[in-house]
Structures are given as C-alpha cells and as structure tokens.
C-alpha cells in the first residue's frame, strides 16, 4: 500500500486512466481469457451451458439475472465475479464519506468541492480492495432505505433542505458506486424498490421521496431468482425485467458424475486423519442419485428444487455415520454402508418440499425413503446390466439370511458371507476380499439392490434389517 500514490498529483503522474467497473470487469475478463486462465474456478457442469451466456453478458456490459432453482451456484457465480475487478482502485479519502469517489470523476458535492477547493498535491487518496467491492442483499425484508436511501432526520433538524444531497443517507446501492451490487430473490421486492430499481437501472440516478439526486451513478447490478416466482404475473414489474441486460439459465448437474464431483469439492470431509474413512464410488454414485430422483419424483414440489446442498449434507452424513461405526470396532478404514442411509433423514427432511397434490397424505420421511429406495434400485441396475451380477445372485438366492445395520462390526458380515464372489473386484470398483469394511459395504449394496428390485425380502426389527429369500 505505501508505494501506491496517496495523492491526487501523484496518482495522475502514476499514469493510473479512470474505467467504469464494467469496462473494468471487461478488460480483465479478456485478459483471462486470453491467457487461458480458468474463469470460474470450482464451477462444474456448466461449461457448455450456463459460462458461455455469462462470458458474453460480462462482454456486452450488461446487468445480469441468473434464473434457476436453489441450489444452482447462482450466488457463487456472482461472488465470483470480483476476481475479474482490478485488486486495488483509488479513491477520494474523505473523511466520513459513504462514496468511495472516483478521483477524476467525484459525483458527491462533497468530492467535488473537495477537488475544486484543494491544490491536487493535498488531495488526499486511499485504496479500495476488489473483496470489498462486492455487496448482496436477500430481497425478504429488504426496505427502500436499505439498498437506496432515505432522507436523514438527523440533518434535516440541522437545518440541512430536504431537497439537498446532504440530507441524504445513502443506501447500499450508492455506497457501491464503482463496485457490484447482488439482489438475491428479487421478486420478493416490493413494488417501490422495484421501481427505484429500474431508475437506477436506466439512469443511474436516486429518487428518494420524490426528489431527483443526480448521481451518475457506476454499479454493476446482478439479480437472482427462482423461476416459477420470476415468471408468475406481477412479481416482477415489466420496466425493471426490461432494463436487465442478460438472463442466464442456471441448473443441476446434467450428470451424476458431476454431481459427484460437486460432492467431492464442496462437502469439506477430510477422509484422513485418526479414523480414516474410505468411501466407494457406488455409495457416492446412491448419494447423488438420491437427488437426481427427489428432483424426478412425482411427491417433490418441482417448482422449489433439490438443492445440490442436499447432497452435500447427505454425503457428510453418511460419511459421519461410517467414522461413528469405525471408533465403536476400530475399524481402519471406516466405509458406508447402505444401512448408514438410515441417518439419512436428519440432513434431509425440511430440504424437500412435498408437492401436496402428488404426495397422497406421505409424510416427508415416506417420501425420502421412498426416494432413496429408488436411488438405490437406480444404481444397482446400472451394475448388474453393466457387470452381470449373475454369480452375486445366486450366492444370496440359496437361502442365505443376512441381518445389517449401521453399528453391527464389519466381521459379523464376513461370518455370514464365506465366499466372495470374483465379480465384486470388477463390478464395485473395490476388492471385497481385502478387509470386512469393504465386504460389508458390497453385500448391503447388494441385498439393498435385490430388495429394491423385488428379488429377495425384508424385515426390519429393532433398528436392524433381515435380508431373506
């Protein structure tokens, strides 16, 4: 910080040029793009979708509305794009002011008195970080004065005119001047800030309680919203969707694979440490597939979503179950097992909304286990038409009588089940013979997947189920 200029004089000899913060946001976006640098770090599944519509908003200069379900990264998406703004840009360092103020351009009385009245070499100027030039609201709640302005009480019983800038507290909106400003929801605004909204939009200038302030105002704005609420009539006035340069059509992931792969880099587990635990792709493959069929299934409200935090939440669950079970019998590596899906509603139920129509009186516990038997039959389909599970089978179909559960020793299954057929190596990605974990965890896929394709029954007794011919 102490080598860059602290006065106007030395700023303008510094040879430093004054861009708008879209212009900004453009110029360092090419320059990434030029240099091959990755644009959206830990975004997945969108490169070929949702990036390119954004590559071109930031391009064009525009505003944006990322439209989509909960759960879509809309907000990460939004936060990231400060990584595009310079690190550091200067400004007027006037004391007490709410407007870090261009120093070639002050849109303030204040800053503009202050270059008028001031030899440039006394011009004081400080720095402003790109973390910092980045503010979001969530509209619910959200009041005029909060994100535009109100008149001050205060000032006014000071003999400030209420037509004067300086009766003025600023809102959000104007202390960002030069920065980005995010709205998430915004149909949940009211009709006022909407309509202070689409002014700022146009114009760039406030209008509070009647009286034009003519700030010329330099923000990027970016909006969220859920699809059914943006579209539905009269949530969100026609002037402000007609000002909003670019609307970019988030979603879930395409595939369970990058579902996963959002698993792996957003869950936060560490696998390591003391009690390690060790987690096979096909119980991460149910996980996710545990989302893909609450988003399909006729008893969720589709208009909502499934967020991909469920599966996060799901994943650490499981996860946690496995290392609770791996203290209890000292088992290194811990690995899930279906029956840790059991847990499954603590970090489930109040993410789903029912819909009311489709969901036949079901409690949300029904649905969800529901859900995670489809999810299961799902994939063990997939396995048994992509390795042939014959020999699997018939290991279990000679009468063989297994009770699972989330705290039974791993060692119990190996006594049950002597022999391991050659096809878990190939079929599960793991070797079922090199430790009970991983045996146990493969035969509850198993049952779990020949149950939930009718080919054998259960019970359920005490916490525990019996898996029977």
């Not at 700030?215 to 859920?226: E, H, P, T």
């Not at 399909?296 to 079970?325: C, E, I, L, P, W």
């Amino acid at each position: 910080m102490s080598e860059r200029p602290n006065t106007l004089k030395a700023l303008r000899e510094s040879g430093w040029q004054s861009k708008t913060v879209k212009n900004e946001l453009r110029d360092n976006f090419l320059t990434a793009m030029k240099t091959n640098d990755e644009l959206f770090p830990g975004i997945v599944g969108y490169d070929d979708t949702v990036i390119p519509e954004i590559n071109i908003a930031i391009l064009a200069g525009h505003d944006m509305l990322f439209l989509g379900e909960k759960g879509q990264a809309k907000s990460r998406i939004m936060r990231s794009l400060v990584r595009f703004l310079d690190e550091y840009v200067p400004y007027l360092n006037i004391p007490g002011s709410p407007v870090h103020e261009d120093p070639y351009h002050p849109i303030t009385k204040v800053g503009r008195d202050l270059l008028a009245n001031t030899p440039e070499d006394q011009v004081p100027i400080a720095w402003w970080h790109r973390k910092e030039r980045y503010a979001e609201r969530l509209a619910p709640g959200t009041k005029f004065a909060d994100i535009i302005g109100e008149i001050d009480p205060a000032k006014l019983a000071g003999g400030t005119s209420m037509s004067a800038e300086d009766a003025l507290h600023f809102g959000l909106i104007p202390r960002m001047h030069r920065a980005i400003f995010a709205m998430n929801e915004i149909p949940e605004l009211d009709d006022l800030i909407q309509v202070g909204l689409f002014n700022i939009l146009e114009e760039r200038d406030v209008q509070i309680r009647g009286y034009p302030i003519q700030f010329d105002l330099d923000v990027l704005i970016l909006f969220s919203a859920n699809p059914t609420t943006y579209n539905r009539s009269g949530k969100v006035i026609p002037q402000l969707k007609d000002r909003i340069g670019s609307l970019i059509q988030t979603h879930y992931p395409r595939e369970r694979q990058l579902g996963i792969e959002i698993i792996e880099a957003e869950s936060g587990m560490d696998l390591g440490g003391e009690f390690p635990v060790f987690v096979p792709y096909f119980m991460k493959e149910i996980i996710e597939q545990v989302s893909v069929s609450a988003r399909k299934s006729k008893y969720v409200d589709h208009a909502s979503g499934v967020s991909a935090r469920f599966s996060m939440a799901n994943y650490r669950t499981m996860v946690a179950s496995a290392r609770q079970r791996g203290v209890k019998h000292g088992e290194k590596p811990a690995v899930p097992r279906i029956s840790d899906l059991g847990h499954l509603p603590t970090s489930s139920l109040g993410k789903l909304e029912l819909d009311l129509m489709g969901s036949n009186q079901m409690s949300e516990k029904q649905v969800l286990e529901a859900i995670i038997a489809d999810a299961v039959r799902v994939v063990f389909e997939e396995y048994v038409e992509k390795h042939g599970l014959d020999e699997i089978a018939e290991v279990f179909g000679k009468g063989v009588k297994i009770e699972v559960g989330d705290l039974l020793p791993s060692a119990e299954y190996a006594k049950r089940l002597k022999r391991v057929p050659k096809a878990w190596d190939k079929a599960f990605e793991v070797n079922a013979a090199e430790s009970d974990a991983v045996r146990a965890s493969c035969v509850e896929f198993v049952l779990a997947g020949m149950y939930a394709s009718d080919r054998i029954s259960r019970a359920s007794k005490h916490g525990r189920i019996v898996y029977e011919t």
